[in-house]
């Protein structure tokens, strides 16, 4: 193989890899094996059936915490049938002036619909300019893969939103308790935003952190 051509595929090659989300299916399904006793990828798909494909589980808001948000992830950790697919969805309620606190997903873009209520809802780019605007019942907002983004609900009256990745696990990161956990020196975060140690403690307090 001449130079010009390995060059010319490895640059191929890393295309496809930096542009691409999760991995293209080779099988028509392949239903999450949650047998631990194997290690079997897939469920024998001559055992599948339509409940494998049908999630139930969002048709009511979960659990609401203390921001005022109430989420239910639905991706291949709770709905085996999203194996392979890469695709998944959220379910995001929120208390009038329920906040969804700045975060990312490493692994997806995200699109977000409003089902009901007005969200202030935007994301933060690598030049650190602000994307941001309430959006109203039917609007659909997109947070690009990896950016931090962030929505409040600034209506009088609840809010839902459904959010859909282009990931079966798109995995999710909320900056305050990355930031503020445990893990981190208190003597990096006083020199990093100017807080006391006793600031750090209360914050730390505040998120139910240490």
């Known amino acids: 193989m001449s130079l010009t051509v390995t060059v010319l595929f490895a640059v ?3 295309g496809r890899v930096t542009l691409a989300s999760d991995p293209d299916p080779v099988l028509d399904f392949c239903i ?3 047998d631990s006793a194997t290690n079997i990828p897939c469920k024998n798909s001559s055992d599948a059936t339509v409940e494998d494909f049908i999630f139930s589980g969002i048709k009511s808001h979960g659990k609401f ?3 005022g948000l109430a989420s239910i992830p639905v991706n291949v950790n709770n709905f085996p049938g999203l194996n392979t697919l890469g695709m998944s969805l959220v379910r995001a309620d929120f208390e009038a002036g329920g906040v969804n606190v700045p975060h990312f997903h490493p692994r997806a873009t995200e699109v977000a619909y409003v089902l009901e209520g007005r969200i202030y809802s935007g994301f933060v ?3 650190n300019r602000v994307f941001a605007k309430v959006l109203e019942k039917g609007e659909v907002m997109v947070f690009p893969r990896g950016l931090v983004h962030f929505q409040m609900n600034v209506g009088d009256k609840p ?3 459904l959010g859909s990745f282009n990931s079966e696990n798109p995995g999710l ?3 305050p308790t990355a930031v503020f956990g445990c ?3 208190e003597e990096l975060l006083e020199k990093a935003f100017g807080l006391s140690v006793k600031d750090i403690s209360k914050v730390r307090k505040n998120l139910h952190l240490c």
């Open 173 to 175: 990161m909320r900056i």
């Open 65 to 67: 915490s203390e921001t």
């Open 125 to 127: 780019d690598t030049q």
């Open 183 to 185: 893990g981190v020196k």
């Open 12 to 14: 191929l090659l890393h």
């Open 159 to 161: 809010a839902t939103i």
């Open 32 to 34: 999450a094996n949650t």
